[in-house]
């Protein structure tokens, strides 16, 4: 079974910067792909970003290139993935989940995915 957390959000003032966690565990680690969405009030969920964790390749959607930078550790039984977010403005309050799933993120992209963590707010605001 695959267990999912993420930390690290919390409060910003625009033009800041946060770092999110996810840390995943209990698959092969090598096999899977791990992406963080968002989902912001009155939205629908998007896509930010991926990584395969086989060869660390990572994939973007386009709008979050550039301030965003998804990164990973291995561990000898978990997997940790970040989500770096520098320049945060107010339109990206949201909460931010992260998920895995077999694959990597050439095919997989923000396609479905079955293993997902609570999420954790992310909140910009002056």
């Known amino acids: 079974q695959v267990h999912v957390v993420e930390s690290g959000g919390g409060f910003v003032q625009p033009g800041g910067s946060l770092r999110l966690s996810c840390v995943a565990s209990g698959y092969t680690l090598s096999l899977y792909a791990t992406a963080w969405f968002r989902q912001a009030p009155g939205k629908e969920r998007e896509g930010v970003a991926c990584i395969s964790n086989s060869d660390g390749s990572t994939y973007y959607k386009d709008s979050m290139k550039g301030r965003f930078t998804i990164s990973g550790d291995n561990g000898k039984k978990t997997k940790t993935v970040y989500l770096q977010m520098n320049n945060l403005r107010p339109e990206d309050t949201a909460v931010y989940y992260c998920?895995?799933?077999?694959?990597?993120?050439?095919?997989?992209?923000?396609?479905?995915?079955?293993?997902w963590g609570q999420g954790t707010q992310v909140t910009v605001s002056s």
């Open positions: 998920a895995t799933d077999y694959g990597d993120c050439s095919v997989r992209e923000f396609g479905e995915y079955g293993n």
